[in-house]
């Protein structure tokens, strides 16, 4: 069964800093590895995505997140911190077939003035 | 282009009862997906539909049921409601061309309390 794992739960940097949120998978097949973020009391929006083309992919908002195949890895960096991204934000891989999404256990960010 | 609704917004019940939520998928999409999210973790795939049938399950009591309609809509209903079924339930719809590669987009949720 494909997994990921978040690892870290709470990540705090400050207005301006960069943004790393870490994430590895594990997949019996080549994945397809997606970050989105929930804002408090909103659905789920989408990122980006991975899905075997340029291992590093370009989001929405300055995002962007690198494959690497060797570490099982799919982090989230941002070079500068807004206020706004101040969110939950979870990592997650599909499973093959008919693409259920399973979902790390999430990271909350955290903005600081 | 209208996304992924959800109805109601908010909702509660009492234990034993028995709840429908419904979902619109964003235009164009074919498959519908359902999740549960309960407090501080991440969603928890239920079930998905296509062409009206039930296409995978995850790891869920035949308590919670669904149906998709010919326009796609869907709806989720949970019978004989506990307190552990308190949750943002929430919808995906996606495009059944594209798997393998599609992106389920996801609608705002419904957020069920259970008393």
């Known amino acids: 069964a494909q997994s990921v794992t978040q690892l870290d739960s709470h990540v705090s940097v400050s207005e301006g800093t960069p943004v790393l949120l870490r994430c590895n998978y594990s997949?019996?097949?080549?994945?397809?590895l997606f970050w989105y973020v929930q804002h408090p009391n909103k659905g789920l929006q989408l990122l980006l995505k991975y899905t075997s083309a340029a291992t590093l992919v370009k989001g929405i908002n300055g995002f962007e997140a690198e494959f690497k195949k060797s570490e099982t890895s799919f982090h989230l960096t941002k070079p500068s911190a807004h206020m706004s991204d101040a969110a939950e934000y979870f990592c997650v891989v599909s499973d093959t077939g008919f693409q259920k999404l399973v979902f790390g256990t999430g990271t909350r960010l955290l903005v600081s003035p | 282009d209208a996304g992924v609704t959800q109805s109601p917004t908010h909702l509660i019940k009492t234990r034993g009862q028995q709840v429908t939520l419904r979902c619109s998928p964003k235009s164009g999409h074919d498959t519908v997906s359902w999740y549960q999210q309960a407090l501080g973790q991440g969603p928890q795939f239920i079930f998905q539909y296509y062409e009206e049938e039930e296409r995978q399950r995850g790891n869920f009591p035949d308590r919670f049921s669904g149906h998709q309609f010919p326009n796609y809509s869907s709806e989720l209903n949970v019978n004989a409601l506990l307190l552990g079924d308190s949750a943002l339930y929430l919808c995906?719809?996606?495009?059944?061309?594209?798997?393998?590669?599609?992106?389920?987009?996801f609608g705002p949720g419904t957020r069920l309390l259970v008393l």
């Open positions: 995906a719809s996606s495009l059944a061309i594209d798997r393998g590669q599609e992106t389920q987009y």
């Open positions: 997949s019996s097949y080549s994945p397809s």
